[in-house]
């Protein structure tokens, strides 16, 4: 797949930037051929400031090609998400997007977990999965986790999860709306939040599934390593397939300078390979062999 042919440079302007406890921020930017291109699992690699030549890789969470805009849900750690907080509505930002290999889904019962920031792909492949569910019978479940409060108002769902108490109803209320279950694990106490890791409350979904219906699942993740690296453990586990995003840092962030590769196993042994074009979804167990 050449991924250039598909990567548009676009002067975006910031229609709706919301800040959340936590220090996290959802984004919308016009772009409207990001926002027709875009899968989920891709990112946009954003000129944040003038005085930072060296664009920043977020994730894209939401697209509406219909109204030609991405959303975006980053955390400021450092210089270049800080002065990214400070942009204002009519601001423009240099956006290069969408870049790098999306999730692909085969399976009737797709797992989406995703953790901290690593939610976003989570939240763009279950509205992707919500429209193309009922054509495909698919049956998705979501689970986000958070050390911080979530960046959203998590809502009561009324959509059963087998396997999980009744008492934790807390979810995404945007996946609500689209009928995608999820629920939500912190090992913070947050009312009718799972206390414990993602990958627990997968492990009680997973042991409530008839063994048929447990060979249709296949797990997909997003967030920061050692979860990935229990997400693939899980999957093991159960003999499932599972792809992980991964997240390294970024100079070019289309494929021509090297400065993101990491290791993964392929046929022929241990090869390098660039997370911003090869990924950054990855099959897991190439990467964490
Ligand atoms: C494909 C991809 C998707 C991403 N999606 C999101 C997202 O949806 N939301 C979000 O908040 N962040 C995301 N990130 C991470 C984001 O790019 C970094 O947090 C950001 O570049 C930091 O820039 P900074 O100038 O604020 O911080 P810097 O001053 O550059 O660094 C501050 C701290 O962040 C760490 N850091 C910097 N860059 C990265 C990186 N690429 N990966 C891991 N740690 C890093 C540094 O080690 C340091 O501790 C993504 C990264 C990649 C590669
Ligand atoms: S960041 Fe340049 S090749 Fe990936």
């Keep these: 797949m050449n991924h250039r042919d598909t990567i548009f440079l676009e002067e975006a302007p910031v229609l709706d930037h919301r800040a959340w406890p936590g220090d996290q921020f959802v984004l919308r930017l016009e ?4 926002a027709r291109a875009a899968r989920p699992g891709q990112f946009v690699h954003l000129t944040v400031d003038p005085l930072l030549p060296l664009r920043r890789p977020i994730s894209i969470q939401r697209v509406s090609p219909q109204e030609g805009w991405v959303e975006l849900l980053y955390k400021v750690v450092g210089k270049g998400t800080a002065l990214l907080a400070e942009k204002q509505p009519g601001d423009r930002v240099s956006l290069l997007g969408p870049v790098g290999r999306p999730f ?9 977990i995703g953790g901290g920031v690593g939610m976003p792909p989570m939240v763009f492949l279950a509205e992707q999965l919500s429209a193309q569910g009922r054509a495909d019978d698919l049956e998705p479940l979501v689970i986000l986790g958070s050390e911080v409060p979530f960046p959203f108002e998590p809502q009561d769902s009324l959509l059963p999860v087998a396997g999980v108490p009744r008492d934790l109803v807390a979810t995404h209320p945007l996946l609500e709306s689209w009928g995608v279950p999820c629920r939500l694990a912190s090992t913070r106490p947050m009312p009718g939040v799972f206390r414990g890791y993602v990958t627990d409350l997968a492990r009680a979904w997973l042991e409530a599934l008839e063994p048929e219906e447990r060979k249709e699942v296949a797990l997909f993740a997003c967030g920061p390593h050692p979860m990935l690296e229990a997400v693939v453990a899980l999957a093991r586990e159960y003999d499932l397939p599972v792809q992980v995003s991964l997240e390294e840092f970024m100079a070019c962030g289309v494929g021509g300078c090297a400065g993101c590769v990491v290791e993964v196993q392929t046929e022929t042994g241990p090869a390098m390979q660039r997370v911003c074009v090869d990924g ?3 099959d897991g167990y ?3 062999a």
């Design 31 to 34: 772009a409207p051929k990001c």
């Design 104 to 112: 692909e889904v085969n399976h009737r019962r797709p797992l989406l």
């Design 280 to 282: 950054p979804v990855f």
């Design 286 to 288: 190439r990467v964490f």
